[in-house]
């Protein structure tokens, strides 16, 4: 008799959910198929309990005003999924499995009212055997879900040290749920994964791996392993191995040997996967058929990519360094750090991961860090990253505490929790890294200062379990324990990672490991332009807080309090100390008097300090090899560190990163009053340039320009010229620092001009501009262009229909220049030029 293939059918339709208060109120009825549940509500799976609610009118959306508040009894009620199938046919002759990838958080499993599976983690896939348990029609699957706040209250967390919330100490669970200070509190609940059944009849795959062991001059070589779960044992078990690419494909027969198999074989002539700035992304199809007696019983397929990946942590003469190779060449790694992309975790669509990795690729960012609190993303993110070419930084979920690694069961859920994660994502090329927490080894300085209980709690996972277990795992990647780590301070700048906390929070380096936090929260101390003083080797965090657009404000903030200084503006900030968003602003642009100067202001200090910052660090390269800006996105729509808002709507600084990351980079620099012109090239060629530095006034008329012919080796920064502070006042001329500006320009067309200013913004006085702007609808979208009669500062194209995005915004534009910028619509609705408006911070309110 031929085998029968496995199959899947997947659970994600008629669900219901319901709210009970506790456990002894749920009838005993609901296990049955004739349960009447017409008062209960539909719910999606994946899906999560507050989309479902919003989605029935059951609350306001808690993203307007300040409903959230008004959701908070979501988190104090038990909620039990249920739905009802048929069983699959020829369960009698196979084995039936449910696979239920992801429930938050405290969950027990009911199948036909017998429970099957309890699950305290919403890291940790379920898998259970369901042989035996099934009737041919009317099963019944319930899902309880327990409230993990009262759980949480009755676990003794005083040992710990948390930031934020202690109440999350004890709980697998996504850390921002509780609120962070960008977030609201949502405490999530629901089935925020794929639940499906699988019906197999001989044998499955499982854990499909796929690696690249080395690159040479011609050919690679890989290797392919997965797990094989077999229920007949007298079949004989094989699997043929197929790698596709664009020029042919290879294949391999191999037999399964206790569980397992595994092939090793060269690819000649290999189109590698590179990041999308040094090539291309390419990915091949994999396909594994597993066979019993010769017919394919079981079929996974993936897509990979043949690439190597390591971290440089020396350089050829010992000193430090953090710098990551792939496929033997250095990279300089730019981007942002990620957070979770809605607070309904298990409801953001597949979308949205691509919309905002396509939008971190054009803004020329090659990495995105997944941060520590949010949740090991569903596999949309790294599809997204992999096809576009972004590596990834993988943080391990454990963020800004300490957790109980001497407890028993919370040790033995740990440890599922990072073989499961691990299996699940180390087949994509674009995992470059694993951190085992964000930021707990760097607060335990602060417990030694306040603590008689001075060990660090959470040890034994970061420096035992995870290495133990990521040796065995994954050893094509460089596992470190802590982001930040390195040296005597796990934050230090001598060696490893840095999060740079000095600008905006205040932070003073550098410290001792044991030594008490140190604050400035001066205006000199909260300054971007302390990001001078870091010499750090990798900056996987650094940011500074800036509005939002005035559209997303408008969507959520009542009429009536759409001003300055309103409670409901207030509101959207959840910094814990709000009043850094003054003292920057009072140092750099001045305070602003109304609700337009707040956005206006508060951006351009994010944008210009954020600038500032990543030339600093990419003009030392290679002694830093890395900038990636706190934070890429928004989980509501609040007022915070991101650089692309709740609605996907780019800040200021987003539009500055497309060019500060861009892989040609001309930036000023100040040191003790001398200048100096740089270039920066991270591509892996020559760079030739004719490059003009001059200086004018606000009129556009020249005070002094020079030209310089450059040529800057691949992969390298180089001065093109330095004026002393001597030099300064004959050669530049006569400078009214006030009045007058510096700027570079390049012959080419791929690269960006640079200004620098000589004061800071609230002591300019560059007199109000009169924009000259026209509009031309073309198939591809409006072109937008732009004149003006003195120099215009911070020039700005808005427009409030989603995904409206510009070639180019919040730039600024000399007299005699025309900027022409092409006004698009990603997902091709439609707008018209009225939808659009310019206008720039010193523009007359007059515009032709």
């Known amino acids: 008799m031929t085998p029968i293939k496995t199959q899947t059918v997947r659970l994600d339709r008629d669900w219901k959910v319901q709210a009970y208060d506790g456990r002894e109120a749920i009838p005993d009825a609901v296990h049955r198929h004739d349960f009447d549940d017409a008062e209960w509500l539909a719910i999606e799976v994946p899906g999560d309990v507050h989309a479902a609610l919003l989605a029935h009118g059951r609350i306001e959306d808690p993203y307007y005003s300040t409903n959230d508040q008004a959701c908070l009894w979501v988190e104090k009620k038990t909620w039990v999924y249920r739905t009802v199938f048929d069983s699959p046919e020829g369960k009698e002759t196979a084995g039936v499995l449910l696979e239920l990838?992801?429930?938050?958080?405290?969950?027990?499993?009911?199948?036909?009212?017998?429970?099957?599976?309890?699950?305290?983690?919403?890291?940790?896939?379920?898998?259970?055997?369901?042989?035996?348990?099934?009737?041919?029609?009317?099963?019944?699957?319930?899902?309880?879900?327990?409230?993990?706040?009262?759980?949480?209250?009755?676990?003794?967390?005083?040992?710990?040290w948390a930031k934020i919330n202690y109440e999350r100490i004890w709980l697998r669970k996504c850390a921002t749920n509780f609120s962070w200070d960008w977030s609201p509190r949502i405490v999530t609940v629901g089935i925020w994964k794929e639940a499906r059944l699988k019906v197999v009849h001989a044998a499955r795959l499982e854990h499909l791996h796929f690696k690249t062991l080395s690159i040479g001059p011609d050919r690679?070589?890989?290797?392919?392993?997965?797990?094989?779960?077999?229920?007949?044992?007298?079949?004989?078990?094989?699997?043929?191995?197929?790698?596709?690419?664009?020029?042919?494909?290879?294949?391999?027969?191999?037999?399964?040997?206790?569980?397992?198999?595994?092939?090793?074989?060269?690819?000649?002539?290999?189109?590698?996967?590179?990041?999308?700035?040094h090539g291309e992304p390419f990915l091949y199809a994999l396909t594994v058929?597993?066979?019993?007696?010769?017919?394919?019983?079981?079929?996974?397929?993936?897509?990979?990519?043949?690439?190597?990946?390591?971290?440089?942590?020396?350089?050829?003469?010992g000193s430090p360094r953090f710098t990551f190779m792939l496929n033997g060449k250095p990279i300089y790694a730019k981007g942002g750090n990620w957070i979770p992309a809605h607070n309904f975790i298990g409801a953001v669509p597949d979308e949205r991961?691509?919309?905002?990795?396509?939008?971190?690729?054009?803004?020329?960012?090659?990495?995105?860090?997944?941060?520590?609190?949010?949740?090991?993303?569903?596999?949309?993110?790294?599809?997204?990253?992999?096809?576009?070419?972004?590596?990834?930084?993988q943080d391990f979920m454990f963020s800004c505490s300490e957790v109980p690694d001497y407890d028993e069961a919370y040790m033995a859920s740990v440890r599922k929790e990072i073989v499961a994660n691990v299996k699940a994502l180390r087949s994509y090329p674009c995992i470059a890294i694993w951190a085992g927490n964000n930021e707990s080894q760097a607060i335990h300085s602060e417990k030694m200062r306040y603590r008689s209980d001075t060990?660090?709690?959470?040890?034994?996972?970061?420096?035992?379990?995870?290495?133990?277990?990521?040796?065995?795992?994954?050893?094509?990647?460089?596992?470190?324990?802590?982001?930040?780590?390195?040296?005597?301070?796990?934050?230090?700048?001598?060696?490893?990672?840095?999060?740079?906390?000095?600008?905006?929070?205040?932070?003073?380096?550098?410290?001792?490991?044991?030594?008490?936090?140190?604050?400035?929260?001066?205006?000199?101390?909260?300054?971007?332009?302390?990001?001078?003083?870091?010499?750090?080797?990798?900056?996987?965090?650094?940011g500074i807080h800036g509005s939002?657009?005035?559209?997303?404000?408008?969507?959520?903030?009542?009429?009536?309090?759409?001003?300055?200084?309103?409670?409901?503006?207030?509101?959207?900030?959840?910094?814990?100390?709000p009043e850094k968003a003054t003292i920057t602003m009072a140092g750099y642009t001045g305070l602003p008097r109304d609700l337009d100067e707040y956005i206006d202001f508060s951006m351009l200090c994010q944008a210009e300090g954020l600038k500032f910052g990543v030339e600093h660090f990419r003009r030392r390269k290679p002694e830093n090899s890395g900038s990636l800006i706190w934070q890429l996105n928004d989980c509501w729509p609040g007022i915070s560190w991101s650089m692309i808002d709740y609605y996907l709507f780019p800040k200021a600084s987003y539009y500055y990163a497309r060019r500060f990351f861009h892989p040609l980079l001309l930036s000023f620099k100040e040191d003790g009053g001398r200048i100096s012109?740089?270039?920066?090239?991270?591509?892996?060629?020559?760079?030739?340039?004719?490059?003009?530095?001059?200086?004018?006034?606000?009129?556009?008329?020249?005070?002094?320009?020079?030209?310089?012919?450059?040529?800057?080796?691949?992969?390298?920064?180089?001065?093109?010229?330095?004026?002393?502070?001597?030099?300064?006042?004959?050669?530049?001329?006569?400078?009214?620092?006030?009045?007058?500006?510096?700027?570079?320009?390049?012959?080419?067309?791929?690269?960006?001009?640079?200004?620098?200013?000589?004061?800071?913004?609230?002591?300019?006085?560059?007199?109000?501009?009169?924009?000259?702007?026209?509009?031309?609808e073309r198939p591809e979208g409006i072109v937008v262009s732009i004149e003006t009669d003195t120099f215009a500062r911070f020039v700005k194209l808005e427009c409030p229909v989603?995904?409206?995005?510009?070639?180019?915004?919040?730039?600024?534009?000399?007299?005699?220049?025309?900027?022409?910028?092409?006004?698009?619509?990603?997902?091709?609705?439609?707008?018209?030029?009225?939808?659009?408006?310019v206008g720039a911070l010193n523009a007359s309110k007059n515009r032709t």
Not at 130 to 158: C, I, T, W
């Open 101 to 160: 990838e992801g429930l938050d958080t405290l969950a027990e499993v009911f199948v036909n009212g017998e429970s099957v599976a309890v699950s305290d983690n919403m890291f940790l896939p379920l898998a259970v055997e369901l042989s035996g348990k099934l009737k041919d029609r009317g099963n019944v699957l319930v899902v309880r879900f327990d409230p993990v706040v009262e759980y949480a209250a009755k676990q003794d967390v005083s040992r710990f």
């Open 220 to 277: 690679a070589e890989v290797e392919v392993e997965a797990e094989v779960r077999h229920r007949c044992s007298d079949m004989r078990l094989t699997a043929e191995t197929i790698l596709r690419g664009r020029d042919g494909e290879v294949r391999h027969e191999t037999e399964v040997t206790d569980g397992r198999i595994k092939v090793r074989f060269t690819v000649d002539q290999p189109a590698l996967w590179w990041t999308f700035d």
């Open 289 to 317: 058929n597993l066979k019993a007696d010769g017919a394919i019983v079981d079929t996974a397929t993936e897509e990979v990519g043949i690439r190597t990946i390591e971290v440089s942590l020396r350089s050829e003469s």
């Open 353 to 393: 991961y691509e919309d905002l990795v396509t939008l971190s690729r054009e803004a020329n960012m090659n990495m995105l860090r997944v941060w520590g609190g949010g949740v090991y993303e569903k596999a949309a993110f790294y599809r997204a990253c992999s096809r576009q070419g972004l590596l990834v930084w």
């Open 455 to 542: 060990r660090f709690y959470g040890a034994k996972i970061y420096h035992e379990m995870m290495p133990e277990l990521l040796e065995k795992l994954d050893p094509t990647r460089l596992y470190w324990p802590s982001s930040p780590w390195g040296g005597n301070d796990p934050n230090g700048f001598d060696e490893g990672d840095t999060h740079n906390w000095a600008v905006w929070a205040g932070d003073v380096y550098p410290r001792h490991y044991g030594e008490g936090f140190k604050m400035d929260v001066s205006p000199y101390g909260i300054s971007y332009r302390r990001y001078a003083d870091d010499t750090s080797k990798f900056s996987s965090e650094f």
């Open 548 to 577: 939002t657009v005035k559209e997303t404000l408008r969507r959520t903030i009542p009429e009536g309090e759409l001003y300055y200084g309103s409670f409901e503006v207030d509101y959207r900030n959840k910094d814990f100390e």
């Open 677 to 776: 012109v740089w270039m920066t090239n991270d591509s892996y060629e020559q760079y030739e340039d004719t490059i003009t530095v001059g200086v004018r006034n606000s009129f556009g008329h020249p005070i002094y320009e020079q030209t310089f012919e450059v040529r800057v080796a691949p992969n390298s920064s180089a001065q093109i010229v330095e004026y002393s502070a001597e030099e300064a006042e004959w050669r530049l001329g006569v400078i009214n620092k006030r009045a007058h500006f510096m700027f570079a320009r390049s012959a080419r067309d791929d690269v960006y001009d640079n200004h620098f200013f000589f004061a800071e913004h609230k002591e300019l006085r560059f007199g109000p501009c009169r924009l000259q702007v026209s509009y031309e």
């Open 802 to 837: 989603d995904h409206t995005m510009f070639s180019d915004n919040y730039f600024n534009l000399l007299p005699g220049e025309r900027r022409t910028v092409l006004a698009t619509n990603r997902k091709g609705t439609d707008f018209a030029p009225g939808d659009i408006s």
